[in-house]
């Protein structure tokens, strides 16, 4: 069971960009990086997942050491819309592990103007 | 392409009524998985239902939860005798179910349900 480790929050400023480091010192071999994006009184919004070294999005990008023991999400010039609780999950989504996929509390990032 | 539809969007209870939280998977989308979130706090998983089928339901609590997904009709979670400590956010994933690791789940907006 690969349970992750994330800043309870983060601050910063518009224009900026934004790195949430995730700490998932159990990782398994099977197991891929998937972090999500909820806003308040929504569902969590898929942003990216990865494996290995970086990954890039519209919207983000992932980077993975070699070691896979954390994982770091950039989220480049925020804006006050990017004001969002972030989740770092870690896991094999297959069938014998859907309940292992723990959501965590969460970074609650703000953003300021 | 419709996302995951969750209705009602809030529901509110008396003690010991039961409610019913309806969810329809994104089109194509085979998999169903249940969360509950209290305020401030991440996502508990529940169930996770294939058609017709429970595959996982190691986070329902034992008692007055069930959940189905039948061949056809969104998946419904339902809980019965409600207690005040069933209020919270509950929210409803699909996904395409192809078995591999990166089988994204989709969310909805969730149920809000209240229990007075």
């Known amino acids: 069971l690969a349970k992750t480790t994330q800043p309870i929050s983060m601050d910063s400023y518009e224009g900026q960009e934004v790195n949430i480091t995730c700490s998932h010192n159990n990782i398994a071999t099977n197991d891929y990086i998937t972090w999500y994006q909820q806003f308040p009184s929504q569902g969590p919004r898929f942003i990216i997942q990865g494996y290995k070294t970086k990954v890039t999005n519209e919207v983000a990008s992932l980077f993975i050491p070699a070691d896979r023991k954390s994982s770091t999400l950039s989220l480049p010039r925020v804006s006050l819309s990017d004001t969002a609780v972030y989740y770092c999950l870690v896991g094999d989504i297959r069938e014998s592990s859907a309940s292992k996929i723990i959501f965590g509390s969460g970074t609650r990032l703000s953003i300021r103007p | 392409n419709a996302g995951v539809m969750q209705n009602p969007r809030h529901l509110v209870r008396r003690r010991g009524q039961e409610a019913r939280l309806r969810c329809s998977p994104m089109k194509g989308h085979s998999h169903v998985y249940w969360y509950r979130q209290l305020p401030e706090e991440g996502l508990k998983f529940m169930v996770y239902?294939?058609?017709?089928?429970?595959?996982?339901e190691s986070g329902m609590p034992k008692e007055r939860f069930s959940a189905e997904f039948p061949k056809e009709g969104p998946s419904i979670l339902r809980i019965q005798q409600v207690v005040r400590g069933d209020s919270a956010a509950y929210f409803c994933?699909?996904?395409?179910?192809?078995?591999?690791?990166?089988?994204?789940?989709?969310f909805g907006p969730g149920t809000r349900l209240t229990v007075l």
């Open positions: 994933a699909s996904s395409v179910g192809n078995a591999g690791p990166t089988d994204t789940q989709y």
């Open positions: 239902l294939q058609k017709e089928n429970i595959i996982d």
